[in-house]
């Protein structure tokens, strides 16, 4: 194949965190072989929520190349170990779903396995006791992931808070210096060959034609390309996940500044509190079909730590995801691929995997059907294991003080998930593909911590004396306790290493 037969221009559409993180990871993939251009309207504006990640978005920014410190200071980012659930099992539940593993030692199986015969045989044993992210968490305190298999620093794990805009404007800055060019103007109509129906160019209001050959959507909800165009289909997951509004306000921090989001659940769905260093992110997420907007408002003014900074915004959705994310010359990457309601901040890591996908995919001018169809499958398979992730939350629940639990708590499940939760019951079995976006760690966490119990450990491990177990578990308990003891303070450890912003408040 000749050089000539490679994409030479590639258009994004929209400038939201998905736009520019994927016009910055194709600029530095693609090595500048391509020209890209990224088409935004002001005036339309972006969604401007989404200040949670999971650790990935660690790999990510080190694929671009960012400076850490940097990021952190231009999104007032803060450290977030894991989430903190409030009364979701039942009211007065609370367990956290850290970040890296539990135990000292990677191996996960043993660990767990060890930790449910003692528990079974009456051990009181708090799974958190052995999580150093966990702990970290409750003492309010960071400090550097280990690279090295010997340091118990080898099981921790982290992600970000952030602004979201100032992501999303950090990342333009970066993008346009490897070379990306940006157009300012409302795409109002768009061009396709009448033939293959593929998009050859997009027209502004301004009257200016954008011409490309591979046309990236990140449009948002609407899908300007994928959906108002193609009519790629949706696949409405609200029977699973019937969440489908949320309220967003931020307020002034009151108290330490602590490195994890909390979510606790409301009487119709969930309220977020995520740490920044200049304000705290709050949102209340909710199903229309239980509850009145004005009373989600006033229940999430009436839960803000402090007075508001600003008016409440309220947000609609469709939980489900877009039925081909890559449709002819179109690829579809953040809220226009679809969207699965933000309880574990799973749409940016979306957006980063999707990236990665097209990159591993990314089409030559003949736009082979059988490449898109395996990058369709992948994320196909993405989207389901994250809605099943999700579903769990709601569905194993013992809570009676609503209609919305009562409804998730009988409503019927997907197969795939019904499976899992029989084989962890039967005796703590979790069996988790390779590409699975959620670990081990963290379906063991929600899985125990919206109250399902094993009722049996692996045959593997019951010639082992229990004894020797239990020692074993309080030297960890102990070692644990004293690495988080040595820990600094989370704001301090971010005023250390240069990660405070000027304009942030003081913590
Ligand atoms: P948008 O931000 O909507 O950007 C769309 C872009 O397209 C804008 O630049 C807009 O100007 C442009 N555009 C649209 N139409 C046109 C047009 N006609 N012409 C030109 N330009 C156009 N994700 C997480 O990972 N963690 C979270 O904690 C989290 N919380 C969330 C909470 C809520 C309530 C919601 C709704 C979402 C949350 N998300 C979260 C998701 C996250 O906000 C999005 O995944 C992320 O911001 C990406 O959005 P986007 O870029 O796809 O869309």
């Keep these: 194949m000749s050089d000539d037969a490679w994409i030479s221009k590639v258009v994004i559409v929209g400038g939201g965190s998905a736009g520019w993180m994927t016009a910055a990871a194709l600029a530095r993939g693609l090595d500048r072989r391509c020209q890209i251009q990224v088409v935004e309207s002001q005036d339309i504006g972006v969604v401007g929520v989404g200040e949670a990640t999971i650790p990935p978005i660690r790999l990510f ?302 089409p030559d001018r003949s736009f082979s059907p059988a490449n898109r169809d395996a990058f369709n499958r992948r994320i196909q398979a993405d989207t389901e294991t994250i809605r099943d992730f999700l579903i769990l939350h709601y569905h194993a629940t013992d809570r009676d003080d609503g209609d919305l639990w009562r409804y998730v708590r009988d409503m019927p499940i997907p197969d795939s998930l019904a499976e899992r939760i029989a084989l962890f019951r039967e005796r703590g079995q979790l069996v988790i593909g390779p590409d699975e976006m959620f670990t081990p760690t963290s379906w063991l966490a929600v899985l125990l911590g919206q109250n399902i119990r094993p009722r049996s450990y692996t045959p593997l491990v019951a010639g082992h004396d229990s004894r020797a177990i239990a020692n074993g578990f309080r030297g960890m308990k102990a070692q644990i306790a004293r690495r988080v003891e040595a820990m600094p303070n989370h704001a301090d450890y971010l005023k250390r290493h240069g990660m405070w912003a000027a304009d942030a408040v003081i913590a």
């Design 61 to 362: 920014n080190a694929m671009l190349g960012l400076d850490e410190a940097e990021f952190m200071r231009e999104t007032k980012a803060t450290y977030k170990l894991g989430i903190e659930f409030r009364d979701w099992g039942r009211a007065g539940d609370r367990y956290f779903h850290p970040f890296g593993v539990y135990g000292l030692n990677p191996e996960m199986g043993h660990f767990f396995q060890y930790w449910l015969k003692l528990s079974l045989a009456g051990e009181p044993l708090a799974l958190s006791d052995y999580s150093l992210c966990a702990q970290a968490a409750q003492a309010g305190r960071f400090d550097r992931q280990s690279d090295d298999p010997r340091d118990p620093m080898s099981t921790f794990g982290s992600a970000y808070h952030f602004d979201t805009i100032l992501y999303g404007q950090y990342l333009r800055r970066f993008a346009q210096g490897l070379g990306v060019a940006r157009t300012e103007g409302e795409v109002v109509a768009v061009d396709q060959d009448p033939q293959t129906g593929f998009v050859t160019a997009i027209q502004l209001k301004s009257g200016q034609r954008v011409e490309g050959e591979l046309f990236i959507d990140c449009s948002g909800f609407k899908g300007l390309l994928i959906e108002q165009t193609l009519k790629a289909g949706y696949d409405d997951w609200s029977s699973y996940l019937p969440m489908d509004r949320a309220a967003a306000v931020p307020c002034e921090r009151r108290g330490p500044l602590s490195p994890f989001t909390t979510s606790t659940a409301r009487e119709a769905g969930w309220q977020w509190r995520i740490p920044l260093q200049h304000r705290v992110g709050n949102g209340y997420v909710y199903s229309s079909q239980f509850i009145a907007d004005d009373q989600v408002v006033e229940a999430l003014l009436g839960n803000l730590e402090s007075p508001p900074l600003a008016e409440a915004r309220l947000l609609r959705f469709t939980t489900g995801r877009r039925r081909k994310t890559w449709d002819r010359n179109v690829v579809a990457i953040g809220l226009s691929s679809g969207f699965l309601e933000p309880l574990e901040s799973t749409s940016i890591h979306l957006i980063q995997a999707s990236i990665n996908k097209l990159l591993q995919h990314f």
